[in-house]
């Protein structure tokens, strides 16, 4: 062998086995060798928020006596200040993170941070805010512009023409006026503007949830007639219409969308891949997953007070006046709430 | 022969190239397309009921560990049966067993007798006995978070869905090069491939463990097949073509322990290898002739039934390639065709390619482990030899018509990290 054949093989061994090098080092000294971390302790929550917040404040609240001022968690540029109850007039703005063992009540136009109250809370019209969590009920005006989150305790009351932030949760009854921007909602129910005939309907129809069909067809469009009983699952290539007054006992998959017509009801789940829609007293005892839009027109009704469900929307969500909703709406780009669904959203469904 | 030679090296570079095609497509809808999420929102006060089953043999070392995890789940009890199968221990397991069931009423044990044994035919024997309509499936080494049980069960909001599979994560990763390769490889696996896969609605894979299904389906198809190596693959053929569908959740993950050993690990490869090839013998022509499926699916079948049959595919054109160049008759310029063989090998690698898996590892948020990466191309000759001998098994029993022995992974007991 020349030594320019020795010189080329050495080279070569080189070039194979340079790439090992680096990963000798992390061999030697392991740097990066922990698993995966996984939570095991997490479990899904709407009112996640809420409920972490808690966690943290109500020992800062414990610990202070009296009205105090006081450094909160590992913030370096914000205090907390901690009292029994505050009640403020019109147009106040409080530079401080407010942690009320009482009431909480502010006038119109006021501005605020992060408001954590174990007692009532109640806010006037065009209020600012970051977060709000609070353990009973909450009133909150119209035009209210909520930069992160709220959760309450108890039944929670918000205006019209609203910004509501990431996320708004209630253990009780969430009622919102129209004109509302959300991106989520949790209640029990979520109700716009009024939402009795809704809430009537749901005590009858409660007991028919389907959780399981025991039949199951596949089909390529279907068309229920109006007035029709239809039991079992459906799994539908294209769009599924369920007819006026019509009933579906069991869950409907479709790879278009669903429209439900006036007074139609679902007993059981739907996952659509475009848009769903529930006319004018629809309803749906299970859950609504939409790859597009979801529509709620008046009187339209989802889930049961005794099984809360939920309604996802990869797009929008529009959800008209006496619209009710039992459990969690999520809308991925964003929800409004309206007196009537307009013939512009209208037009998006088939 | 040389005509015969070249043909074959031609069809083994075009089989490699559309294996190295299809999994850059997945790495870059990982990267750059819309991730399609499973169902883990849904909320439920009052989820329905499930029963978890847990085959074990031999299984002391880890049966404490997985069994405490699941009776910490946030499940609601009146909700959650567990039903712990002992396929004829000769250890400890069957005392652990039964102390679970005297202090938790929700942990049954099933203790398995006769001539049978394996996890296909413990499932089939577990699921006489179980009323509920959705079915868990963890392997012993598993330990589930609080939340995973519901998380699963989510899934089949959607009436289309039979099976769901979650993301498995090893634990062990810190005890050999080897943990940590498996580990990166498993990373490759889920967190790119079968993600993709369901973003694309293609097949994705239900893995026998940290997953579920509906109970009247199995039924309907007729329960596991007792003699499969690989009861999951059977199952996600038999689902597949008759029209229902797999739900990947990568949100779903959940610790195993991976082998510690290079022994332990070629045995479970080359029994997934067996396994896997019987599955691809009764099912590929059924699968890619499925009406229901759509032509991406029958394409994205035929690719996943066959990967198990690559490695000695490549050999094979390896080999003819080695032939053709001592002839002095390779195909092309001999030089392009050895490098491109190299290439697509280095593509292919461990059935993750490298590519794939350092994107999985940069969306996990690793560092310094990416520097592991090109021990993964000389890690692929084990991993082929070990392949190809389960091949050979295969073909050994689809000849004879023999059914094989279930050769169980050797477990470590590596505790949970906190």
């Given amino acids: 062998m020349s030594p320019v054949e020795a010189g080329l093989y050495l080279a070569y061994a080189v070039m194979v ?18 698993p995966l971390k996984i939570d095991a302790s997490y479990a899904r929550d709407p009112r996640f928020l809420g409920k972490s917040m808690r966690a943290k404040v109500e020992p800062i609240l414990d610990a202070a006596v009296g009205e105090a001022r006081v450094p909160f968690l590992n913030r370096k540029d914000e205090f907390a200040r901690v009292t029994d109850g505050l009640a403020s007039p019109d147009r106040e703005q409080l530079s401080e993170i407010v942690l009320s063992r009482g009431a909480f009540r502010v006038g119109d136009h006021s501005e ?13 019209a065009y209020a600012r805010l970051r977060t709000l969590a609070g353990d009973r009920d909450a009133r909150i005006g119209s035009h209210a512009h909520v930069v992160r989150w709220i959760d309450v305790g108890g039944n929670c009351e918000i205006g019209g023409a609203s910004e509501l932030g990431q996320s708004v949760s209630a253990s009780g009854r969430l009622e919102v006026g129209p004109g509302v921007h959300f991106n989520r909602l949790f209640g029990k129910p979520i109700a716009v503007v009024s939402s009795a005939r809704a809430e009537l309907r749901a005590l009858e129809l409660g007991p028919l949830i389907v959780r399981t069909a025991t039949a199951r067809r596949l089909v390529k469009k279907l068309v229920v007639d109006a007035g029709a009983d239809l039991e079992g699952d459906v799994i539908a290539a294209d769009e599924v219409e369920v007819g006026a007054g ?26 659509a891949r475009d848009t769903v829609t529930l006319e004018r007293d629809a309803t749906v005892l299970g859950h609504i997953f939409g790859d597009g839009d979801v529509v709620l027109h008046g009187g339209a009704l989802v889930g049961d007070r005794h099984a809360p469900k939920t309604i996802h929307a990869s797009r929008n969500a529009t959800i008209a006046a006496e619209a009710c909703i039992f459990g969690w709406l999520i809308a991925e780009r964003g929800g409004t709430t309206a007196a009537a669904v307009t013939p512009h959203e209208d037009a998006r469904t088939p | 022969m040389v005509v015969a030679l070249n043909a074959w090296l031609t069809l083994v570079v075009l089989l490699m190239s559309i294996y190295t095609v299809r999994h850059w497509i997945f790495t870059f809808s990982r990267v750059y397309g819309k991730q399609r999420m499973s169902f883990s929102d849904a909320y439920e006060e009052h989820p329905p009921s499930v029963t978890v089953l847990v085959p074990m043999h031999n299984e002391a070392l880890v049966a404490q560990a997985c069994l405490d995890a699941l009776l910490a789940s946030e499940y609601p009890k009146d909700c959650l049966d567990v039903i712990a199968i002992d396929d004829q ?18 942990v049954k044990v099933l203790t398995m007798h ?3 044994r394996g996890k296909a035919n413990a499932l089939n024997v577990a699921l006489e006995s179980v009323e509920s309509e959705f079915v868990l499936v963890f392997d012993a080494d598993y330990t589930p978070g609080r939340g995973l049980v519901r998380t699963l069960i989510n899934a089949f909001v959607d009436p289309e869905i039979g099976a769901v599979m979650g993301r498995v994560v090893p634990r062990n990763t810190n005890r050999s090069m080897l943990t940590r ?9 889920y967190q790119v491939d079968q993600q993709a896969r369901y973003n694309f609605n293609l097949l994705p894979q239900y893995g026998g463990t940290v997953g579920g299904f509906r109970r009247r389906m ?7 097949d007792q003699h499969a190596l690989a009861e999951d693959t059977e199952l996600t053929a038999k689902i597949f073509q008759h029209g229902w569908k797999i739900v990947y959740d990568n949100r779903a993950e959940c610790y195993e322990e991976v082998p510690e050993t290079w022994e332990s690990r070629f045995k479970q490869l080359r029994r997934w290898s067996r396994g896997h090839n019987r599955v691809l013998w009764s099912h590929l022509w059924g699968l890619v002739t499925a009406p229901v499926l759509t032509l991406p699916q029958r394409i994205d079948a035929g690719l996943l039934m066959l990967c198990y049959a690559v490695p000695p595919i490549l050999l094979s054109g390896w080999a003819a390639a080695l032939v053709l160049f001592l002839l002095g008759r390779l195909p092309y310029a001999g030089g392009v065709t050895l490098a491109f063989c190299v290439v697509l090998y280095n593509a292919f690698g461990n059935f993750a390619p490298v590519y794939q898996v350092a994107t999985a590892e940069v969306l996990d948020g690793s560092t310094t482990r990416l520097f592991l990466l090109p021990y993964l191309f000389y890690m692929f000759p084990f991993n082929s ?33 906190t």
């Fill in chain 2, 114 to 116: 006769g001539p049978e």
């Fill in chain 1, 17 to 34: 086995l340079l790439p090992l090098l680096p990963g000798l080092l992390e061999l030697r000294v392991a740097a990066d060798d922990d």
């Fill in chain 2, 89 to 106: 221990s000769t250890d400890a397991t069957n005392e652990i067993l039964l102390a679970y069931a005297e202090r938790h009423p929700h």
């Fill in chain 2, 181 to 189: 390769l498996l580990s990166m490889e498993r990373a490759g696996g």
């Fill in chain 1, 112 to 124: 605020m941070l992060d408001v954590y109250a174990r007692g009532e809370i109640e806010l006037g």
């Fill in chain 2, 218 to 224: 199995l039924a309907e198809l007729g329960g596991f």
């Fill in chain 2, 385 to 417: 030899w070990a392949i190809t001998t389960g091949f050979i098994d295969a073909v050994g029993d689809i000849a004879k018509s023999r059914r094989g022995r279930w050769d169980k992974t050797a477990r470590v007991g590596n505790a949970p990290p």
């Fill in chain 1, 246 to 271: 019509a009933i579906v006992r069991g869950s409907i998959k479709a790879g278009g969308s669903v429209t439900l017509r006036e007074g139609a009801c679902v007993c059981g789940n739907i996952v």
